[in-house]
């Protein structure tokens, strides 16, 4: 009975520390899902497709005059959680290779669960903090006439500006500083350990930051197809993830800066070639 005993305890003691593994990626991948599903229901709501494209009702919002206009789009509040809802959505994907690195450190180090929820946090906070600072921009672009109350560009100008800057920014060695960290998590991880849940809060900040300093481009081309576009957020979101595998993240970074730079000079052009 006593062996019967010990071996159930020693059974239950190994079962633990994977049901709450199970348990948080479960957790995490239903956050990421369930910001998926509000950001569909907000796009819906404002009268734009799957692909982005408004319909009769959408293009009459387009037209409005912001300052006689008192919709959430026009306030602060409500497009700050918006963008917030879409951090969630499209940054806490990318985070998958970090808290696989974190994980493996859990083995050979003194990483722990705690640690771990910290990382998520920390990392989370500084792109909470991005939306803020972007919401602000963004009701500060539509006060002057830059964008709709889409979050559309108002001039193909813009349009092609901020494709060609986006582009540029790929090929600065700020990108390839920030960029660095992100394709190797690893590498941050065993230059800034720290344990605990406060060590956790602290290198996902560090995490963070560096992150927005590598992906704020693709956040700023929203205001090219309107930050509400599905079609934009799904296509930013694979590419930020394909962006950090270790495998192949290091090869994509230059050719997407080729490729929105010539967007940007098609879009110059377009006129030239359609009439208008």
């Known amino acids: 009975m ?3 005993a010990l071996s159930r305890h020693q059974s239950m003691s190994f079962a ?7 348990t948080l990626w479960l957790s995490f991948f239903a956050v990421i899902l369930g910001s998926w599903w509000m950001m569909y229901m907000m796009s819906m709501d404002m009268g734009l497709d799957l692909l982005g494209r408004p319909n009769m009702m959408a293009q009459k919002m387009r037209m409005m005059d912001p300052m006689m206009s008192d919709m959430a789009m026009t306030r602060f509040g409500p497009v700050f959680a918006m963008w917030a809802i ?11 290779p970090t808290l696989r690195s974190y994980e493996d450190l859990m083995a050979s180090a003194d990483g722990t669960r ?4 910290g990382v998520i946090l920390g990392y989370f906070v500084v792109w909470v903090a991005f939306a803020a600072l972007i919401a602000g921009v963004q009701i500060a672009l539509l006060y002057a006439g830059v964008i709709d109350l889409l979050g559309i560009a108002t001039s193909r100008w813009i349009t092609a500006g ?3 800057a986006v582009g540029l920014f790929q090929f600065t060695r700020a990108k390839e500083i920030c960029h660095g960290v992100c394709h190797s998590p690893m590498m941050y991880f065993l230059g800034h350990w720290k344990t605990g849940f406060g060590g956790g809060v602290r290198m996902g900040l560090g995490l963070g930051a560096f992150c927005v300093g590598c992906c704020w481009g693709f956040m700023v081309l929203g205001f090219v197809g309107g930050v509400m576009s599905l079609l934009w957020m799904g296509a930013a979101t694979l590419f930020m993830v394909l962006e950090k595998l270790p495998q192949i993240g290091h090869v994509i970074t230059k050719p997407m800066g080729v490729a929105l730079i010539a967007g940007g000079l098609l879009v110059i052009a377009s006129p030239y070639f359609i009439g208008g």
């Open 162 to 164: 901020l494709l060609i």
């Open 114 to 117: 705690a640690g771990f929820i």
């Open 2 to 4: 006593a062996r019967l």
């Open 16 to 22: 633990m520390p994977h049901i709450l593994r199970s």
């Open 86 to 96: 879409m951090m969630a959505a499209m940054m806490l994907p990318t985070m998958v």
